[in-house]
Nanobody, 121 residues
């Protein structure tokens, strides 16, 4: 089981940027596809982006396409989410997780505490 810790959230004005990090334990990190998810107050958790184990293939939700970029550094056991042109509707708790594949993004592991992103207008 991979242990995951999210960080990098904060308060930012609309139009600003943040980079989230998800640090993973374990020596087989590169064998896992990884995904970022988010959950806004009163809403269901939604998929944001996913990256293959090698890092060569990515997918992004339509709502963030062109603004967010997922990447990973397998040498550092870390997956990132670069968020640019942030909007108030991006406000949510962001979580990372291992996923079955980058299309369905079915989460495989337990959910961590996440990191709060708040975008002010």
């Amino acid at each position: 089981q991979v242990q995951l810790v999210e960080s990098g959230g904060g308060l930012v004005q609309a139009g600003g940027s943040l980079r989230l990090s998800c640090a993973a334990s374990g020596r087989t990190f590169s064998s896992y596809h990884m995904g970022w998810f988010r959950q806004a107050p009163g809403k269901e958790r939604e998929k944001v982006a996913a990256v293959s184990g090698s890092g060569r293939v990515t997918s992004h939700a339509d709502s963030v396409k062109g603004r967010f970029t997922i990447s990973r550094d397998n040498a550092k056991n870390t997956v990132y989410l670069q968020m640019n042109s942030l909007k108030p509707e991006d406000t949510a708790v962001y979580y990372c997780n291992t996923v079955e594949d980058i299309v369905t993004m079915r989460a495989l592991g337990s959910w961590g505490q996440g990191t709060q992103v708040t975008v002010s207008s």
